[in-house]
């Protein structure tokens, strides 16, 4: 391939290929495999449990999912002291507001009553819908007909209620959610993955996304999610981030001690509920897989499952292409990488696939166990297939939404060259 060199490993000193525009990285030693991998202490609480939770756990469930027909979520001991735990973390976080009523209107002490102004202050600030906002930007539906009669299709298909607001956003990523006190539901599409999918596999995303609301599990109801979210919030708040000044180093020291216990506590208690809801949590991945594949086809479920680790490859040309402008149209340059993978790329993406330590997020199985319960519940025929006059109006939006998306790339891009 042209303008390939050779660079050598920073651990090992083995050869590597270096081809413009991919991961450079280490055959014998596997350095840089995974660009976006991070050392546990850097991870996030859902990431942290996720990776403790370990792989002999996940090859259990893998073994469940392999010899059952239909999942289901039976209401077993785990469920029922996820609700104990998600209802007295919400107690203890509402009764804030009235600690701070009580404290001020009856009693006796002027100090309490001074005082109730802070928990009052502290519920305010861990319940800011800021610290919850939604990623991406509304598409309405008038503007897009298209693509919401696609997801209104695929939910028809897999039986769920339609889709209430569908989100761009910027991210090699899709999800879905509920949202607010009406419980909105959304799904939310990255614009990034969608242009490297064809419409098959793109129909294969949204089927996926679109099962999490189909088949409610515990791990999506409002009950267990607010809680988790709380817990965050208590945890960023508690949690000592900086270092203090040598003046204050003898006040500071015990104080930053103390926030760490606390800290750590709250991380017990998040780590304990997200323990009674991980099996089911996982479960509802594989389902959503196997629905994916009945709605488009084990074979556009697969490849868009293995297109979804080609997100240092788009960053990459991004990245490239706001810096020395040789192209205007990014998507498109993506698109002919992924036609044109070179063999050093081809590896590094199917040895991902194939470490079982991999996931495409703290939340989803490791990747080749889900590929390995797709192929074991294989679909040939997919049970839905757009019409002709839809391709064609989908085709039309999603170029609108990459020329939207590509703008904001490139500037943020740009902006922080």
Same mark, same amino acid.
């Given at each position: 391939?042209?303008?390939?060199?050779?660079?050598?490993?920073?651990?090992?000193?083995?050869?590597?290929?270096?081809?413009?525009?991919?991961?450079?990285?280490?055959?014998?030693?596997?350095?840089?495999?995974? =660009?976006?991998?991070?050392?546990?202490?850097?991870?996030?609480?859902?990431?942290?449990?996720?990776?403790?939770?370990?792989?002999?756990?996940?090859? %259990?469930?893998?073994?469940?999912?392999? #010899?059952?027909?239909?999942?289901? +979520?039976?209401?077993?001991?785990?469920?029922?002291?996820? +609700?104990?735990?998600?209802?007295?973390?919400?107690?203890?976080? /509402?009764?804030?507001?009235i600690i701070a009523v009580y404290w001020f209107f009856y009693s006796n002490s002027l100090l309490l009553t001074m005082l109730a102004i802070v928990p009052f202050l502290l519920f305010i600030g861990l319940m800011l819908p800021s610290r919850w906002r939604l990623?991406?930007?509304?598409?309405?539906?008038?503007?897009?007909?298209?693509?919401?009669?696609?997801?209104?299709?695929? @939910?028809?298909?897999?039986? @769920?209620?339609?889709?209430?607001?569908?989100?761009?956003?910027?991210? +090699?990523?899709? +999800?879905?959610?509920? /949202?607010?006190?009406?419980?909105?539901?959304?799904?939310?599409?990255?614009?990034?993955?969608?242009?490297?999918?064809?419409?098959?596999?793109?129909?294969?995303?949204?089927?996926?996304?679109?099962?999490? #609301?189909? #088949?409610?599990?515990?791990?999506?109801?409002?009950?267990?999610?607010?809680?988790?979210?709380?817990?965050?919030?208590?945890?960023?708040?508690?949690? =000592?981030?900086?270092?203090?000044?040598?003046? %204050?180093?003898?006040?500071?020291?015990?104080?930053?001690?103390?926030?760490?216990?606390?800290?750590?506590?709250?991380?017990?208690?998040?780590?304990?509920?997200?323990?009674?809801?991980?099996?089911?949590?996982?479960?509802?991945?594989?389902?959503?897989?196997?629905?994916?594949?009945?709605?488009?086809?084990?074979?556009?479920?697969?490849?868009?499952?293995?297109?979804?680790?080609?997100?240092?490859?788009?960053?990459?040309?991004?990245?490239?292409?706001?810096?020395?402008? /040789?192209?205007?149209?990014?998507?498109?340059?993506?698109?002919?990488?992924?036609?044109?993978? =070179?063999?050093?790329?081809?590896?590094?993406?199917?040895?991902?696939?194939?470490?079982?330590?991999?996931?495409?997020?703290?939340?989803?199985? =490791?990747?080749?166990?889900?590929?390995?319960?797709?192929? #074991?519940?294989?679909?040939?025929?997919?049970?839905?297939?757009?019409?002709?006059?839809?391709?064609?109006?989908?085709?039309?939006?999603?170029?609108?939404?990459?020329?939207?998306?590509?703008?904001? %790339?490139?500037?943020?891009?740009?902006?922080?060259?």
């Amino acid at each position: 391939m042209t303008n390939q060199t050779t660079e050598y490993c920073p651990e090992c000193g083995h050869k590597m290929e270096s081809v413009p525009g991919y991961v450079t990285w280490c055959e014998e030693c596997n350095w840089n495999i995974d =660009p976006d991998w991070r050392p546990i202490s850097s991870l996030g609480l859902v990431e942290r449990l996720n990776y403790r939770m370990g792989v002999k756990k996940s090859q %259990l469930l893998l073994e469940e999912n392999l #010899h059952t027909d239909r999942i289901t +979520y039976p209401l077993t001991w785990r469920k029922a002291l996820a +609700y104990l735990l998600a209802g007295s973390i919400l107690a203890g976080t /509402f009764s804030l507001p009235i600690i701070a009523v009580y404290w001020f209107f009856y009693s006796n002490s002027l100090l309490l009553t001074m005082l109730a102004i802070v928990p009052f202050l502290l519920f305010i600030g861990l319940m800011l819908p800021s610290r919850w906002r939604l990623s991406g930007q509304p598409l309405r539906r008038e503007e897009y007909p298209g693509l919401y009669r696609l997801a209104d299709d695929i @939910a028809a298909a897999v039986q @769920a209620p339609p889709i209430d607001e569908i989100r761009m956003t910027n991210s +090699y990523n899709a +999800y879905f959610t509920k /949202f607010g006190r009406r419980r909105t539901k959304i799904i939310g599409i990255g614009v990034p993955l969608f242009s490297a999918l064809s419409l098959s596999e793109k129909i294969a995303i949204l089927a996926h996304e679109t099962a999490h #609301h189909a #088949h409610k599990d515990v791990t999506r109801s409002w009950f267990i999610v607010s809680a988790r979210r709380i817990m965050a919030s208590w945890y960023e708040f508690v949690y =000592p981030y900086c270092e203090e000044g040598e003046v %204050l180093r003898p006040i500071s020291t015990p104080m930053r001690y103390a926030q760490l216990q606390l800290a750590n506590l709250i991380f017990i208690l998040y780590y304990g509920l997200g323990i009674t809801v991980w099996d089911e949590s996982q479960r509802a991945e594989y389902l959503a897989d196997r629905v994916a594949g009945e709605i488009a086809g084990t074979d556009a479920a697969c490849s868009a499952l293995s297109k979804s680790h080609f997100a240092p490859v788009f960053w990459l040309t991004a990245e490239q292409i706001a810096r020395y402008r /040789f192209n205007s149209d990014l998507f498109g340059e993506f698109r002919q990488k992924m036609e044109h993978v =070179p063999t050093s790329e081809q590896k590094r993406i199917q040895r991902i696939r194939d470490s079982i330590t991999v996931q495409l997020d703290s939340t989803h199985p =490791p990747t080749p166990y889900r590929l390995q319960s797709l192929q #074991h519940h294989q679909v040939l025929t997919p049970r839905y297939v757009p019409d002709s006059n839809l391709k064609n109006q989908l085709e039309e939006e999603f170029a609108r939404l990459e020329e939207i998306s590509q703008r904001y %790339l490139l500037n943020d891009i740009r902006a922080a060259l």
